[in-house]
């Protein structure tokens, strides 16, 4: 498009009978609403055909967004704006009609109150999970699944085991350099040697990029006396495993002694949180909700939001919302 400053008598003349000139400028085809914001009188928009209603314009024709338009670039979004402006109410506005048309949703919300999610999940009958001390779930950043990849058009089952060894890393070494910010502890050869401990408890435990090694096979006995083979999902590795495999390495002590108030070993029991099993399952939900709104913010927040990011990717692996997630930004730092 030309640009339109200094031509806007020529432009008025032109939609008049009083035009003596025709127009010697250079024309590109324009999509019609975009036409249509060029006319005076007339309300173009950028909005789709079909999708959620997210309100209606100056003429009360409906707006509708579409997030998953064949023509977007990606399917990712992000809300800008000044405080107060809306942007939770949007976004709520996003959530719950994705929901109602039955769109698998998650949320990993750091606000309580106006701003949380909670009374969004609780209207529509879905879970809200809240994680602090004293509450009764817990989740393992060492969790693994097993997920669908497509490979010469065929749809495979995998373990992508490098990624999470790569993720429970990364959270590691932002736990150790909570107490230590200048990173004098984590030298290259810690960070290998780490990574090294975090492969071993993984093989200790029999778990490889095999999705079949992700279960173990037990028997129990049948009610007619016979024997019943049931297969069970193998225990993963934890945060304190690895605290007390670092422990053993005399290289690793100073790193290990930093990552113990993450452990069970430390004196905060609001700090080791993490290091557990995982006691609740969302694969099988339409939608929900993990508050982190209760943990410290200062150190268990950001932490909680890349564990949350992790583990719902891993067990989720749809669409899901991480609000205010600038904060996971400074995590691989």
């Known amino acids: 498009m030309r640009a339109a400053d200094t031509f806007q008598l020529e432009a008025l003349k032109g939609m008049t009978p009083l035009d003596e000139n025709s127009v010697k400028h250079v024309f590109r085809d324009m999509e019609s609403t975009n036409l249509a914001d060029l006319f005076p009188f007339g309300l173009g928009g950028i ?43 949007t976004v ?26 909670e009374n969004l999940f609780t209207a529509l009958g879905c879970p809200y999970i809240k994680l602090s001390a004293d509450s009764k779930y817990r989740i393992n950043v060492f969790d693994v699944d097993e997920e669908e990849v ?3 058009n065929t749809v495979i089952s995998i373990v992508n085991l490098e990624q999470t060894i790569k993720a429970v890393e990364a959270m590691v070494f932002r736990m150790i ?9 984590l030298t290259g050869l ?23 090694s992700l279960y173990e096979h037990i028997r129990e006995n049948s009610p007619d006396g016979g024997v019943i083979l049931k297969k069970r999902k193998r225990k993963m590795p934890v945060l304190g495993e690895l605290y007390n495999s670092m422990m053993q390495e005399p290289e690793l002590t100073k790193a290990a002694e930093l990552l113990k108030p993450f452990t069970r070993y430390g004196t905060l029991k609001s700090q080791a949180i993490f290091d557990c099993e995982s006691n609740f399952d969302i694969r099988n939900e339409l939608a929900f909700g993990i508050s982190v709104a209760d ?24 669409n899901f919302l991480v609000k205010s997630c600038w904060s996971l930004m400074n995590l691989r730092k």
């Open 295 to 318: 943990l410290d913010k200062e150190i268990m927040m950001p932490l909680g939001l890349f564990v949350c990011t992790k583990w719902v990717w891993e067990k989720f692996g749809e």
């Open 150 to 152: 497509v490979e010469e």
């Open 47 to 89: 909005r789709h055909k079909s999708g959620i209603v997210m309100g209606i314009d100056s003429y009360n024709n409906l707006i509708f967004f579409d997030p998953w338009h064949p023509e977007n670039e990606n399917y990712n979004i992000v809300v800008l704006g000044e405080s107060g402006i809306g942007k939770t109410f």
């Open 92 to 117: 709520k506005i996003i959530l719950g009609r994705m929901i109602v048309n039955g769109v698998r949703v998650g949320v990993i919300d750091p606000d309580k109150g106006a701003k949380g999610y």
């Open 177 to 185: 350099r909570t107490y230590d910010p200048k990173s004098e502890i």
């Open 190 to 212: 810690t960070k290998i040697k780490i990574q090294e401990k975090i492969k071993i408890l993984y093989d200790d435990k029999e778990i490889t990029t095999d999705p079949a």
